[in-house]
């Protein structure tokens, strides 16, 4: 097919992509990354929670539709580094049990059909690739690692340190998120060359001091600084994928560039573009070979779908807490299950981390009732200054059902939602937790975080539509993220997933990626001829010059 030749050509510059285009660039081989978006643009407003949280200007203005046929704006963004340019950077491996078929009440979440035990070696190559800062052995559900963190855990301040101690105090296991950030602190404040400065606009916003561990910072900048072999092209949509005429291997993209015409070839395709858009250039390929869409013989493409129940609630402390970087506090007691046997509850309830900190115009975007309810003659600023905000997270059941797909030339997003009972158990736990932690037993929604709109729209932890496995009948990837049907085609992020445990997928995307680069390089049978890249300093006079 016409267009330049590469070794290899990655779509997606997230974590998945990023990681894998920074890995193969190692190798002297020719490697196109390509993203849809652009750079984003660093400004003043990338701290302005009226304009990222409330107004959500940094999200895509696309319009899907429901299974109902109501519209919504999926909560995405496009930009080098993909989604997590706005993720809250909390970087946890998914449980040892979370690899084996988990109970719940609504169904089985599968087994991966590779274990533990494969993935740990690169669990831990990303977290030092991505600054992990955190600490063993205070999490009891944690698995089993082969070193510590490579950077101490980031310091609770003192509101977060109250609740820490009340928590341990009452039998519980508080534990140290594990946080990917370039931060150097001492006596817990932020040194003054440290890129992160512990601020209060850090999870779900960007980060314009570069100090969060997103993909472009901390991999695909580095990369193409230090890899001349390694090329990205912003900008550049891709329509579909292209085949050669048996149907057996992807010869290339197709697509747009700014609008003009757009194509490249390769030996291998890796694509990495967030579960739900992956699913969906997949079923844009669709040939004669393959008619209901690449890779699809088993019918799964785009089906599977999880995001996760998540919950962001707001919780009223009686005394008031000044604290701006809050994500510092996790709480896993009830991930397997409910200890407290009265209850009658056999099956995983989820976990329950800090989220970033409220102000006053969250609040009042998030609009009066709850609030007036039980706080009435109190303005936004003063619940804000009294609020302290959580995370709660539980597994949700892949069903077949729960799929992304074009109808009528529209993307359509279906979900059936599994474990609510779960999860409204999960809250009731944090509701008792206010109880004896100096807090009013209220929570209030956050529906904004990230500009969700909750359910549909909440795409953050995206997963499925593309799961691996060992039985083409059932999946579309084999054990190494190859597509069953093709003999070039790999994706390395979140879709891969057969089931989604109940914590923050991004570090086992990452791991995942370092993972399959590893098969990469030994199937391409190359060497590495450039040293790892080094971290990029973002004070430098000259940043990355897209192609």
């Not at 946890?92 to 988990?102: A, G, N, Y």
């Not at 003009?260 to 579960?275: H, I, K, N, Q, R």
Request: charged share 25%.
């Amino acid at each position: 097919m016409p267009g330049e030749h590469y070794d290899v050509i990655i779509v997606g510059s997230g974590p998945g992509g990023g990681t894998m285009a920074w890995r193969l660039a190692q190798t002297g081989k020719r490697i196109l990354l390509i993203e849809r978006g652009d750079y984003l643009l660093r400004e003043p407003r990338n701290w302005d929670s009226q304009a990222v949280i409330v107004d959500g200007i940094y999200q895509t203005k696309e319009t899907w539709y429901s299974s109902t046929g109501n519209s919504f704006q999926p909560g995405l963004h496009y930009y080098v580094g993909g989604n997590s340019k706005f993720y809250g950077s909390i970087l946890f491996r998914l449980r040892e049990k979370d690899f084996s078929d988990i109970r719940h009440e609504d169904g089985i979440a599968p087994a991966w059909p590779v274990g533990y035990d494969e993935f740990e070696p690169h669990y831990q190559a990303a977290e030092e690739l991505f600054h992990v800062h955190g600490q063993r052995g205070e999490d009891p559900t944690e698995p089993w690692s082969r070193k510590p963190y490579a950077h101490p855990p980031v310091s609770h301040e003192p509101r977060i340190q109250q609740l820490f101690d009340d928590l341990k105090g009452s039998g519980h296991h508080p534990f140290h998120l594990p946080v990917g950030v370039r931060l150097v602190e001492k006596d817990g404040r932020a040194v003054s060359t440290s890129p992160c400065i512990k601020c209060e606009s850090f999870d779900g916003f960007p980060c314009p001091t570069n100090g969060k561990s997103d993909a472009q910072t901390m991999v695909v900048d580095p990369a193409l600084r230090d890899c001349p072999n390694l090329t990205l092209s912003t900008r550049t949509y891709v329509e579909r994928l292209v085949t050669d005429p048996t149907g057996g291997s992807v010869t290339g993209v197709v697509g747009t560039r700014d609008d003009a015409p757009f194509e490249a070839s390769a030996d291998l395709v890796v694509v990495a573009c967030g579960a739900l858009s992956s699913a969906l250039l997949l079923l844009r390929s669709a040939s004669d070979q393959h008619p209901d869409g690449l890779a699809n013989g088993s019918g799964q493409v785009g089906r599977n779908y999880m995001r996760h129940n998540n919950s962001t609630v707001l919780a009223i402390s009686k005394m008031p807490n000044p604290t701006r970087f809050q994500k510092t506090l996790g709480l896993n007691d009830f991930y397997f299950g409910d200890p407290d046997p009265k209850d009658d509850w056999n099956f995983p309830l989820g976990h329950i981390q800090m989220v970033g900190k409220s102000d006053g115009a969250q609040i009042h975007g998030e609009g009066l009732p709850g609030f007036l309810q039980w706080f009435p003659n109190k303005p936004f600023d003063w619940i804000a200054k009294h609020s302290v905000d959580f995370w709660l997270t539980s597994e949700d059941i892949p069903l077949a059902q729960n799929r992304v797909y074009y109808k009528d030339g529209k993307v359509h997003l279906d979900l059936t939602e599994t474990n609510v009972e779960a999860h409204k158990r999960l809250r009731r736990k944090l509701q008792e937790i206010c109880s004896f932690t100096d807090m009013h037993p209220h929570l209030f929604d956050r529906s904004l975080y990230l500009g969700k709109n909750v359910p549909i729209g909440g795409t953050a932890h995206q997963a499925g539509t593309l799961r691996f496995g060992d039985d083409p009948k059932t999946s579309v990837l084999d054990r190494h993220c190859k597509a069953h049907e093709l003999d070039n085609l790999y994706v390395t992020d979140a879709s891969f997933f057969p089931s989604i445990g109940a914590v923050n997928p991004t570090l086992t995307i990452i791991a995942n990626a370092l993972r399959v680069a590893e098969h990469l390089v030994d199937r391409m049978g190359a060497t590495d001829e450039i040293a790892p890249p080094r971290l990029f300093d973002h004070t430098e006079p000259r940043e990355p010059v897209p192609a």
